[in-house]
Each structure stands twice: as C-alpha cells, then as structure tokens.
C-alpha cells in the first residue's frame, strides 16, 4: 500500500516524499483513512510503528484553513510532547498552521502568547495544560480534534483528575484519537467514556513486544549489574540506553560508566528541562554513546539508530517494559534489549512473562569478562564503614528504596540515638540538650505553610 491510497492531499504527499517516507506502517495504513473522514479512532500498537504520523497527518489535512486553537494533543511527557511538536513542525508547511508546546520546566509567557494569538494545534502535558487552566490563560472552547498519545502512560502516571478536567473544558462535539501501545482495563474503559463509535485498530495484540528486538535477561545479584554492564558494553559499539527504577540509580550509574571511560548522559525527573535536553541532543548526535534513564524517557525518545537497551532495573508495571523494548528496532530496525534481574526482580520477570505471554531468553552472565571481573574486584576493594555512604555500590540504595532496613540506623539515631549525626540534626531542627543559646535577635516567626 502507498500513501497516495490513503485519501491524502498533494501537499501531504509531497512533503511525505520529501520527508523520506516511501510507505506508511500498518498503524499509518489502518488509521490514517478513518481519522481523515472525522471518526474517533483507537489505535493500538507497539512502540516505534509510527503512532506519531498517523495522527499528525490527519489532524493536518482536517484543521486546514481553521484558524483559532483547533487541535489539541495530550502526552505524559516533555520529552514525548517535544518529539510530537518536531514531527508537526517537520509536516506543517504549506497548511498555514502553527504549533506551540505547552509543558513543565518551562516559562509561562510563551505558552499564554501561543493561547492568546489562537495558535492551531496546541501540544501539551496534563500538568502545564491545567496550570494555565487555573490561571484561565488556555481558552479548548474551539477543539475540534482532541489526541491522546501513550494515554495508558499518562493513566499510570495518575493523570486521571487532570485529564477528567479538560475533558469538561473541550467541546462535547469533537472527533478523539487515542493511541497507546498497550490497551489495559482503565485505558478501555476510559476510551468507553470519552469517545463515540471509535474505529478499533490493534496491529499487534495488547502487550505484544517488537519482534525484531532480540531480548533477553540475566539472573544476576545486584551487586554485579554494573560489572555486567560494563561487560555488555565491551561486546560492540552500539549506542546504548540505559534504564534505572530511580533517580539516585541513575546517577550513580552514571558516575560508574564515567569512571570506566564511557561517554555518558543522564535524564530523569530531577534534571531542569536544559539538561534533559541537552542530554538527549547529546545521544541523538552520538556524542554520548549511553544515555541512563528512568522511565520518564521510556516514551519521548525518538532515536532511530538504538542499537541496545538495558533494564538495569525491572520495571513495577510490566507495560513499562513493552515501551523500554520498544525504544529499539524502531522503524523496521533490528535491535538488541538485555534485562538485568536480581533475585528479589524475579516475580517482577514472571509478571512481564505473563503479560507479553512470552519468556525471555535467559543468558549466560559474563563472568569471565576482564571488565566484569575488573568491576567486581574494585568494589571488592572499597571500605565498608557502617556510617559512611557505600560509594557506588547498590545494596544499601535498594534496601532503602524497597523499605527495608538499609538506613534505619540513622532514622534511630535522628530520634534520640546515642551516636552519628543525630545531635547536629537535633540541633537544626531547635532541639534542646547542648544546643548554644541563640545570640539575641536572631529569633524570626515561623513563616505560616
């Protein structure tokens, strides 16, 4: 099947070829027809089958020649907003649209100008879009065409609420997209509310994996995943995307890959707008040839050359591993994906094996790698001190970010203990006991909260 048999117009099938775009995907070829004629569509498909243009080019060919704020597309995140704003930028000439990005970490000012002068397609996270709700700068009374990119995420992410109050904001009368890669009981039953007779597309079922990625897990302790790592990293010269079940794993990852020479980026929640996109930029340009993630990236990375993806960590949600596989083998490549699971991962493995109804290869840890071995012994030459930070080992973080014991002496120590560093923080918090007395003056009211 061609483009050109879909029912599009001449402009978007010269900016097609002029783009690179030879034949659309099965989601493109299945979606695109039933969305350009009004109908609401449900659209479901693995990650990185090409969701994104299925919906941009509809939305295109309908809102030309409408001024005001006609379309409205929602995202779980920056990253996934900006890579749909770039994928509109790349189509809009010759329609006379424009596109303005309303997300987090950044200014207000632009985003009320984008409102103010009826910017046409307005592509926005829930957050942000609600923030300028409350502040009555965002005016969704033209919406015609509402999209709702990776709307399983953005309900994991427990954006409900928000997502219920712009509903109410945007006309009743209106055609809906809703693409996902996974369709689970609340995304169903939210498309049950919010969408009219929609045309339902599944080019692949319901937790399905790409195909041409090559996965497979490793049964590892967790002291050893950063040695295993660094020994996959030594195989090949594949850029490399790395994920971490928190922020603080992240960096500390990081840190290691850095001291074995790897040129590396960071992204995760923690890092200002700037920095998230600098490293993406960064990864994408090849400069950094790892990027270690959480999973706020899982779905706003859109690199077409990721060779291998890590799950340093197992995701809770086994949906969350359907997107990280999906960010290699995009766009008919082929792909590695390599998961990394600690005995305590093991009923999270079983929880992904159930619900992609496959088992992943097991492999064969590299033990006898001279960077595994290399790792292995010099953590085996770090210090263990009760009190001190266990440099960049995992242990202690895990325990701690599990809810078990790994710092639950300090906790002691903060409510009365005899040793460490309780007395300094008692004497932060105004404690008595050997506190000096205040010189006078100094005293300041309590700012009320």
């Known amino acids: 099947m061609t483009f050109a048999e879909l029912g599009l117009s001449k402009k978007a099938l010269s900016a097609l070829a002029h783009a690179g775009f030879e034949a659309p995907t099965p989601i493109q070829a299945q979606a695109i027809p039933p969305a350009l004629l009004g109908k609401d569509v449900i659209g479901a498909a693995a990650t990185g089958t090409g969701k994104t243009l299925a919906f941009v080019l ?3 060919e309908r809102l030309f020649g409408k001024p005001g704020t006609r379309g409205l597309v929602l995202a779980p995140t920056r990253e996934l907003a900006l890579q749909i704003h770039e994928q509109i930028e790349k189509f809009r000439n010759g329609y006379h649209l424009r596109a303005g990005v309303v997300i987090g970490g950044v200014g207000m000012g632009p985003q009320i100008h984008a409102f103010q002068k009826g910017t046409e397609i307005i592509v926005a996270t829930p957050g942000r879009l609600n ?3 409350d502040s009555r700068t965002a005016k969704l009374d033209q919406i015609e065409i509402l ?4 709307a399983d995420r953005m309900l994991d992410m427990g954006f409900l609420p928000q997502l219920r109050r712009i509903l109410k904001h945007v006309p009743h009368k209106r055609q809906s997209l809703l693409f996902s890669a996974t369709m689970a009981g609340e995304v169903a039953e939210f498309a049950r509310e919010n969408l009219k007779e929609p045309v339902r597309i599944e080019v692949a079922r319901s937790g399905t994996t790409s195909e041409r990625a090559t996965q497979q897990v490793f049964l590892i302790g967790q002291e050893e995943k950063t040695a295993l790592l660094l020994a996959l990293l030594e195989e090949d010269e594949l850029s490399t995307l790395v994920f971490t079940r928190t922020k603080r794993r992240a960096d500390r990852v990081a840190k290691d890959l850095l001291r074995a020479g790897h040129k590396v980026a ?9 920095q998230r996109k600098h490293a993406l930029d960064s990864f994408k340009a090849g400069e950094a040839r790892v990027l270690v993630a959480t999973d706020i990236a899982a779905r706003g990375i859109d690199v077409a050359e990721i060779g291998h993806v890590v799950n340093f960590d197992l995701p809770h949600v086994p949906e969350d591993y359907v997107h990280r596989i999906g960010r290699t083998a995009r766009a008919e490549a082929s792909g590695r994906a390599s998961s990394f699971a600690s005995p305590e ?4 493995l079983r929880g992904i094996e159930k619900f992609t109804r496959k088992l992943v290869e097991r492999a064969a840890v590299p033990r006898e790698n001279e960077a595994f071995k290399g790792e292995v012994k010099r953590r085996a030459s770090i210090p263990k001190h009760p009190h001190q930070r266990h440099g960049s080992g995992q242990a202690p973080e895990r325990r701690h970010a599990q809810g078990g014991s790994g710092r639950a002496p300090e906790r002691r120590h903060a409510h009365g ?3 460490g560093p309780a007395p300094e923080r008692r004497h932060a918090q ?3 006991g050997h506190s000096p007395p205040q010189k006078l003056g100094s005293w300041k009211p309590r700012r009320q909260r």
Do not use: F, K, T, Y
């Open 58 to 60: 509809p939305m295109l």
């Open 131 to 133: 923030d300028h709700l």
């Open 147 to 150: 999209v709702l990119d990776e």
């Open 266 to 274: 960071v992204i995760h929640a923690d890092r200002s707008q700037g």
């Open 345 to 348: 991962e093991h009923d999270l």
């Open 417 to 419: 203990g005899s040793s």
């Open 430 to 432: 105004g404690g008595g």
